[in-house]
């Protein structure tokens, strides 16, 4: 229901009116008494209050809202209903949310170009949305979306030149199963395969190994849709400086509407997970790195284990072994007690006995077990030891198609932040990925962080995409990834308000201690604005000295003068001052 506010001073005059109605009744009734001045000035301010209340209730309930107003004219007593055509669209982890009346989803290419030269003409913002997995909601815009989910084919497969040329709305799962009948599949891949081709390859997404590049270089040729100059075709011979800047352009110069992949032959991949630790991954860091053909590390905060899981074609093992010395259920077992002990304390012990809980998986336990106190450190490290024994349990070596054995289990909502920073060449690594990782486990003690395992570590290849965050000139840079997460295991806004405060208290401890000192910046995908005007200054200068910001911005006022596809985020990463220099 909607409630009726009234100010405090006014609800105090009422239930003071109330009061001394009583007193009245208890002393004898005379005509010729006066009231007592503070009895008079009281039913006079109640009168003023209650004329008060009565215009502003007419007025709520008669005043014609105009026809783009959020919300229909209100009900008495009653929340207005939202309007039917009103969208509520959220990134993954549900920390970013936006009602827009406009989401758009064309199903061709006209329709997609008539949509955003109607826009540029009219000067509104329609800004591309992908599957919105971004966790800082970098494609969400309350002024209008368009969305390519209903542009979702595969257009020309090249077997001889292993070419795939599609529409961007399709999802990387989607585009896998159609490349496999002809024997194909993509170089690498994320942790999920949600994500949409167009938005995959635009916030510079990545997968891991040393050798291989982020996933924009897997890009030969696209169609890019702008406001202002329509369909251009892009690649490596046509207009190169534009096709790199827009491969991965932060959704700011173009609708993304059609890319022709690099693919490779369809493989399998032997997985080996094991467990080791810092002194062990020290010695061979380097063999390691040039050795796999993909590979990462699983850091786990106050413990010394670092699961370590390498991928790399079955030519390169001879006997491996393919079965775990322990079964599933014998490794997350010891799981499943601490969550049922956990219950006991926390809650209930005829919760403890629910025999659901065998069914859960280990990223469902770990959620259920920090649900319960996520930001009690002891309560995370005894977490965290038992994922531990759970990888120890879980060692050995599993073979499948690539892209089932790259994906990872990233567990339930979180926040996340995750920076990328050079690491010296593969021939020569600099040791500073591993640097980095001793100093972010030393903070994290010394500040008592209640950080949840794991802190993944991967590794790409340089990128020639300027924007991308591991863009080099030098063709053998290598380049690590470094994540840190706190999960949002809870629906309880309160609970998920104190565990969003603690995160970005980690993340500016982290940033503080580390990202100057290793040249590291955060993936656009997971960058988060600050409120603070002089840290978003801050923020500014930095990304000014890494990326080219005012060539992009060139870019941008070229392609998209009236601003149709930014938002308020991309305004702030990449406000247009200074001097403008040319985009080529």
Known sequence: MRHLLIPRFLRRAS????????????????????????????????????????????TYYSFPFPPDALHKKAVPFKYAPLPDDLHTVSNW?????????????????????????????????LRPLGSGLSPNGLALSRAGMVNLALMDKVLD?????????????????ELVD?????????????????QQVGGIIQVGAHGTGAGLPPIDEQVISMKLVTPAK??????????????????????????????????????????????????????????????????????????DTVVVVKCNPPSRWKTPKLTSKYGKDEAIQHVRDLYREALKKYRTEAESNDPAIDQLSF??????????????????????????????????YHMGWSDEILGFDCGGQQWVSE???PTGTLAKPSMKDLDYMEELLQLIEKEDIPAPAPIEQRWTAR????????????????????GIIMYLPTSDPRQRKDITEEFFNYRSLAQTSLWNDYSAYEHWAKIEIPKDKDELAELQARLRKRFPVNAYNKARMELDPNKVLSSARLEKLFPATGTVQSAK
């Open 15 to 58: 239930s003071l009116t109330h009061y001394h109605s009583h007193l009245q009744l208890l002393r004898p009734l005379s005509s010729s008494s006066p009231l007592p001045a503070s009895e008079s000035d009281l039913r006079k301010y109640a009168g003023y209050a209650l004329l008060v209340l009565g215009c502003g209730a007419a």
């Open 230 to 303: 329509g369909t251009i075709e892009l690649s490596r011979e046509k207009d190169p400086d534009l096709f790199y800047l827009a491969r991965c352009g932060l959704g700011g110069l173009g609708v993304v509407a059609e890319v022709t992949l690099q693919c490779v032959e369809r493989h399998q991949l032997v997985e080996h997970t094991f467990v080791s630790n810092a002194d062990e991954i020290k010695k061979n860091h380097k063999k390691w790195l040039s050795e796999n053909k993909h590979i990462k590390y699983l850091w786990i905060p106050y413990t």
């Open 178 to 194: 159609a490349l496999r009948e002809h024997g194909l599949t993509l170089q690498n891949f994320a942790s999920i395969r949600e």
């Open 419 to 421: 920076t990328c920073f």
């Open 363 to 396: 990223t469902e336990l770990r959620d259920q077990l920090l649900a319960l106190d996520p930001l009690d450190k002891d309560h995370v490290i005894r977490i965290n030891k038992a994922e531990a024994e759970y990888w120890k349990k879980s060692e050995g």
């Open 463 to 482: 990128s020639r995409s300027p924007m991308s965050p591991a863009s080099s000139s030098e063709e053998d840079d290598i380049f690590s990834w470094v």
């Open 157 to 173: 497969v090249d077997v001889k030149k292993k070419t795939v040329t599609v529409q961007a709305g399709i999802r990387v799962a």
């Open 93 to 125: 982890s549900g920390t970013h949310e936006v009602h827009t009346r406009v989401l758009l989803q064309p199903d061709s290419l006209p329709d997609l170009e008539e949509a955003l030269a109607a826009a540029h003409k009219e000067q509104r913002r």
